[in-house]
């Protein structure tokens, strides 16, 4: 054996096996590998899109919350507002019916102040006229006049 023929036995070989492998084992592979760093590429643009949309979801939560908590806080200033006019109101009616209840009463007491005042009138007015009817009737004289004092006084008492 020949060492040169050995070494270009395998240098032919050795092509034959390049040949092999170029033509019929490296495609395949190079698919496969293809096919799997676009797999990962597709899955990293995916989570990185999902990492983008979260971030927005939660901006947009936080404005929805923001606004929901603004509004809330409309609403109750609002229910504060009414409700302190609610209770003005209340006040001015009550104080409107107060002072109807105090001018009615006003006008009752006049009334029944003016009533009694007659009735004194009238008693004063009979006493005065039985008075001077007892001393018509008698004579006058001091004793007799004197008299005629204490017994109206005692009538009046």
Partial sequence: MNINFT???QAIAFSVFIWFTVKF???PLLRAIEERQKTIADGLAAGERGRHELELASQRSS???KEAKQRAAEIVLQAEKRASEI?????KAAKEEGDRIVTAA????EHEMFSAKEVLRQ???ELAVAGAAKILRREVDAKAHADLLVAIREDLK
Avoid: F
């Fill in 25 to 27: 084992v490296w495609p």
């Fill in 87 to 91: 209770v003005e109101e209340a006040k």
């Fill in 106 to 109: 006003k006008a009752d007491i």
């Fill in 123 to 125: 008693h004063v007015a």
């Fill in 63 to 65: 404005e929805v919350l």
């Fill in 7 to 9: 070494l270009i036995s």
